[in-house]
């Protein structure tokens, strides 16, 4: 039995009614709050003495809407400023329904407050999404706007006649009223000037949205949308100052465009959310070997962003790669792209080129960031275990085709370079290695800067040789060094044990690959058998002539494979005659 005895009413404890309000986010207390005060000005209102054009619990439902679009969108954003402008925008309402208050003070400073829900709302429109205005346009025109209510607001003060105002049927005389104005004058000076300057807002929001990326225009639709719903709105009040006998209906389209607005901008953060589920679909994905091209198609839908681009960092180069292996320059801190680095125990590891609309989503990029990281990161480490371990049960058996590759110039390159050889070797075999692998090959040896995989079809190894020697040559290094490989096929059926390949045909192999020169894919008489006709449409063999390799008895007749946009005139091969 428990020592101390807590006291309930209705079955819940006094604690836990204490620890449920303390879980209540400020979002949604502000939400009721805000709720509640629209239902009870609008009741007031629609019972009170003073009557409305508009009726007063329809301004309490688009409050209400504003009120519970702003939780949701602060709740779940809770470092985004846009679901507390929201909520402003509904605090703006209640200002102005505060005129119901059966307070003759209270009734007259409320009705020289319409129009703050407005200003509040252009704000809310140009800050889209992330709450905050930037520098430059859009800051300076919110400036003219602010002062222009200021004014505004200033002149009913001292010009309306509240006894007489069509918007406030049965409303007190104005105590403040200095100036003598015809009825109905300064209200619909009032209404032209909302009208005009919300029809400003919404030429920007069309600037903005033609100015912008393809994934920022998706999130500026439902904005723009919003905008020239509540610039129609206003038109329409502005239409029952005239005419009074139409007020009724006109009253009941402006409600309906008043409570869609915040249901449009809500649109927008559920897309968000729409997207966080696909971005965590990523992690699934990315759980299986993918190519750089399959890893920006996949972050591309994830993101909706058809420009996203993925670069790897090279230690050699000291610099991050596009997927042709060149330096990928970052976009300028003001122009419309932004990049996300990815980092592994403090070392750069690849970078997100993408629209710089996605900034604003700061969590949605970051996971669709970490995502990558663990693939990219999985990939490098799984292309190192494969480099230095060949497992005999991955190697197929019976005829194949061999590439053997090595770097020319390896031991002057190792000097030029220094300490920055290692991360240039690593990335050689990354790359081969990559390339292989997405041709259908199997790696199975390598060994400094010797390299040898193996291939069920013999165009398979055309291609993947073509692949590598395309990459190499497009791709920066450090100090502006050239990495070359030579390359060499040839088929047969080598023999295989625990450790793998052994026998004459991988040291025919090898001979053939360190006859040529770097840059050069050279092919053995049975490589050109075993490839028949299967030869890539843009290319051809040209017959170099039979040779006598190191350490062979028998002759070999060597081809060249050339291509239109890889060198091909080489030095005679490095070999004797037969």
């Not at 399959?294 to 997927?323: F, G, H, I, K």
Request: include cysteine; proline fraction near 6%.
């Amino acid at each position: 039995m428990n020592k101390y005895t807590v006291w309930t009413h209705g079955g819940a404890s006094a604690h836990d009614a204490l620890m449920t309000l303390r879980r209540v986010s400020p979002a949604i207390a502000w939400a009721a709050a805000g709720s509640a005060a629209a239902l009870l000005l609008g009741w007031i209102g629609a019972t009170g003495r003073h009557a409305s054009v508009v009726a007063p619990l329809e301004f309490s439902a688009i409050a209400i809407a504003y009120f519970a679009a702003g939780g949701v969108a602060w709740r779940r954003r809770p470092e985004n400023h846009t679901g507390r402008l929201m909520m402003g925008v509904g605090a703006g309402i209640l200002v102005a329904m505060a005129r119901n208050v059966p307070l003759d003070i209270v009734t007259v400073l409320a009705r020289m407050q319409l129009g703050l829900n407005e200003v509040i709302l252009a704000y809310l429109l140009l800050a889209y999404p992330v709450g905050r205005l930037g520098p430059g346009l859009e800051r300076a025109v919110v400036r003219v706007i602010v002062a222009v209510y200021v004014v505004v607001a200033a002149l009913q003060l001292v010009t309306v006649d509240t006894s007489s105002d069509p918007y406030c049927l049965g409303c007190p005389p104005n105590p403040f009223r200095i100036v003598a104005t015809p009825g109905g004058v300064t209200t619909a000076l009032v209404l032209l000037t909302s009208g005009v300057l919300g029809t400003v807002v919404v030429l920007l929001l069309v600037r903005r949205w033609l100015l912008a990326m393809p994934a920022a225009r998706r999130m500026l639709a439902p904005v723009i949308f919003a905008g020239i719903l509540e610039a129609a709105g206003v038109a329409t009040r502005a239409l029952t100052v005239s005419d009074p006998a139409g007020a009724a209906l006109i009253s009941r389209i402006s409600f309906l465009f008043g409570i869609v607005v915040p249901l449009a901008l809500l649109v927008a953060f559920l897309r968000a959310r729409m997207d966080r589920t696909q971005v965590a679909d990523l992690v699934v994905e990315f759980g299986r070997p993918q190519s750089r091209e399959q890893m920006e198609t996949a972050l591309r839908a994830a993101l909706r962003d058809p420009t996203l681009s993925v670069a790897l960092w090279s230690d050699s180069a000291s610099a991050y790669l596009d997927r042709d292996g060149r330096a990928v320059a970052l976009p300028e801190p003001e122009s419309n792209r932004a990049v996300t680095p990815l980092e592994h125990r403090g070392r750069p590891l690849a970078a997100i080129l993408h629209d710089a609309a996605l900034l604003d989503e700061p969590r949605l990029i970051g996971a669709a960031a970490a995502a990558l990281g663990m693939a990219v990161e999985r990939d490098r480490l799984e292309s190192s275990l494969r480099a230095q371990v060949a497992d005999a049960r991955r190697l197929p058996r019976g005829q194949v085709t061999l590439l053997f590759a090595d770097i020319e110039g390896s031991t002057g390159l190792a000097e030029r370079l220094g300490e920055r050889w290692p991360d240039t070797l690593l990335e050689v075999r990354r790359l081969v290695a990559g390339l292989v692998r997405r041709a259908g090959g199997v790696e199975v040896d390598a060994r400094a800067d010797e390299y040898l995989a193996v291939f069920t079809e013999a165009d398979a190894a055309v291609h993947a040789s073509l692949a590598i020697q395309r990459g190499l040559s497009a791709r920066a290094w450090a100090g502006d060094e050239r990495v070359r490989l030579r390359i060499g096929l040839h088929a047969g059926e080598p023999e295989l044990s625990d450790e793998g390949y052994v026998g004459a045909e991988v040291h025919r192999a090898a001979r053939v690959g360190s006859a040529g020169h770097g840059g050069q894919v050279v092919l053995s008489e049975s490589a050109r058998l075993a490839l028949g006709d299967d030869l890539p449409i843009d290319a051809d063999l040209v017959a170099l002539g039979e040779f006598r390799l190191r350490g062979l008895d028998r002759p070999e007749r060597l081809h060249q494979l050339v291509v239109p946009d890889l060198p091909r005139e080489f030095p005679a091969p490095r070999a004797d005659p037969a």
